[in-house]
DNA sequence: GAGGTTAGTGTCAGTCGCTGACAATTGACA
DNA sequence: TGTCAATTGTCAGCGACTGACACTAACCTC
C-alpha cells in the first residue's frame, strides 16, 4: 500500500501500447458488464453476453475478472479506497466515532470525480442498487464491507494507540458503526432520491443517532 | 409461522411412513453433507459426493436443498428461529438492548438439546467454524443476518410502540447490537475455544462494551 | 530493423452447480 | 385391489469457471 494524496483518483496513467490496450480492454468490460447488469438484471446477464458486447473471447473476461460477481463491485472498490484513505488523513484529536462520521461525509463530497473517470456516475448509482437488491451481490457485498471493517478497526486501534485484539472497544465501534453504514446505504438502495446527495444526507441523520457513548474520549480510561 | 412454545425443538413427529422417509433422508443428507464439508471443505466437496454417501441422485438432493450452500445453513436455522422465539418472550418492561441481550444469553443456554436431534453438537460448532472460514459461505451467512436484523428490527419496534420506518432508533439499535454479535462470532469461529460456553461468555462480554446509550428507555421521549 | 523473448489472447475440452421434462416407483387411501 | 398422488431417477442441457496449448503482437536487444 504506497500512500499517495488520499483523495486522489487512482488511475497511474499507463505507459505503455500493451498496457493502454489492457485498460481500454477492461474499462470496455466493466462498462459493458455494468451496463448489461443494470439493465437486464444479473442473474439475467450472461458472461458471454458482455465478452460479445465488447468482442473479446469468454476466457479474456475471466483474466480481468476473477469471476462474473466480481466486475460488479470494480467501481465499489475504489469507494472504500477513498474512505479509507480519508479515514487515515483525519486529525488525531478526533475522537474514533468522530472521526470515521466525518471520513465517510467528506468522503461523499470528493467521490465523484474520481469515479467519472471509469464510469459514469449514474452507472455507478444503478450499480449499487443492483448489489443491494440482488441477493447473491448483497451476500458478496456484506463480506467485502466486514473485510474492510477489519481494516478500519486496526487503523482506529492505532489512532488510539490500543491493541486490537486485547481491546474489545475498536471492534465493536467500528461494528456499530458500519452496521448503521450498512443500514443506511440499504434504505437508499430501496428509496426513490438515487443520488449522492440522498445518501449523504441519510448517512449524516442516522449517524448522529448513534449517541456520545463511543464519541467518548478513550485515550487514559481503562478497559 | 405458528407459534408454539418459543424454546421447543422444531420436530413436530412425523406421522406417515412417507413423511418419516423424507425426514429421514434429509437428514441423512445433511448430516453427510455437514461430515464431508468440514473434512474436506465446502468447495473441495461435490453434490455428487454427497449423493453418493447417501446413495440417492443427484435430482433428490436439489429437491430438498435449493443449492449446495442451503444445506451448510440448515441448522444454522434452527439456532436463529430460536433467538427469535426466545426474543418474542421477553417481559415488556425490558429496554430493547436488554432484551436482545438476555434473549442471545438464554438462547445459547438452551439451544443445545434442539440441535442434538438433528446434528451431534460438536458437528455444528464444526459447521459454523466452517462457515466463518469459507469466503462464499460466509458471505451468505452474513446477508441472512441482515435479514434476521430486518425482523428484529420490526419486532423491537412492535414492543416499542414504534413505527420502524418512521423512527430510525429500532434499525440503528438492531444494527449496532448484530454488529456485536456478529463480530464475536467471528472471534469464536477463529479462535480456540469451540464450546457453546466461549460463545456465550464472549457475547456477554462484548455486548458489555455497546453501553447504556442504546439500552435508555423510548417510551415518552421523542426521535 | 531482424530475431528472440514475453505477455495477452483465442480455442477447446472438461468439471461442477443447477434445472426442466418425463418416466418409473411407491406410499396413501377408498 | 386398484386408483391417485407424491417421491424419485434418468437424461439432456445451460452457465460459470479452469487448465492446457497454440497463436499473435508488443517489447527489447543486438
New interface residues.
Given amino acids: 500500500m504506497t500512500a499517495e494524496q488520499p483523495t486522489a483518483p487512482r488511475t497511474p496513467a499507463p505507459v505503455g501500447l500493451r498496457e493502454r490496450k489492457k485498460r481500454r480492454t477492461r474499462d470496455a468490460l466493466l462498462r459493458a458488464a455494468l451496463e448489461l447488469f443494470t439493465t437486464r438484471g444479473y442473474e439475467g446477464t450472461t458472461v458471454d453476453e458482455i465478452v460479445d458486447a465488447v468482442d473479446v473471447s469468454q476466457r479474456t473476461f475471466f483474466r480481468y475478472f476473477a469471476s462474473k460477481e466480481e466486475v460488479a463491485f470494480a467501481v465499489q472498490q475504489m469507494v472504500e479506497r477513498h474512505f479509507v484513505a480519508a479515514l487515515a488523513e483525519r486529525p488525531a484529536h478526533e475522537a474514533p466515532l468522530e472521526a470515521m462520521r466525518n471520513a465517510v461525509l467528506t468522503a461523499w463530497d470528493t467521490i465523484g470525480e474520481a469515479i467519472m473517470e471509469v464510469v459514469p456516475i449514474e452507472l455507478y448509482l444503478r450499480t449499487f442498487q443492483m448489489i443491494e437488491s440482488t ?1 447473491a451481490l ?3 457485498h ?2 467485502r ?2 473485510e474492510m471493517e477489519e481494516n478500519i478497526a486496526r487503523l482506529i486501534a492505532d489512532r488510539e494507540g490500543l491493541d486490537v485484539d486485547a481491546d ?2 475498536p ?2 465501534a467500528v ?6 453504514m ?2 443506511t446505504g ?1 434504505l437508499w438502495g430501496r428509496g426513490e432520491d438515487a443520488s449522492l446527495e440522498a445518501i449523504r444526507a441519510l448517512t449524516e ?2 449517524l448522529d ?6 464519541a467518548a474520549d478513550w485515550r487514559g480510561a481503562p478497559a
Fill in positions: 441477493p448483497l451476500a458478496v456484506l463480506r464491507s466486514i474489545p472497544r471492534r465493536v461494528a456499530a458503526f458500519s452496521g448503521v450498512r443500514t440499504h441523520a442516522y443517532h448513534l449517541g456520545p457513548a463511543l
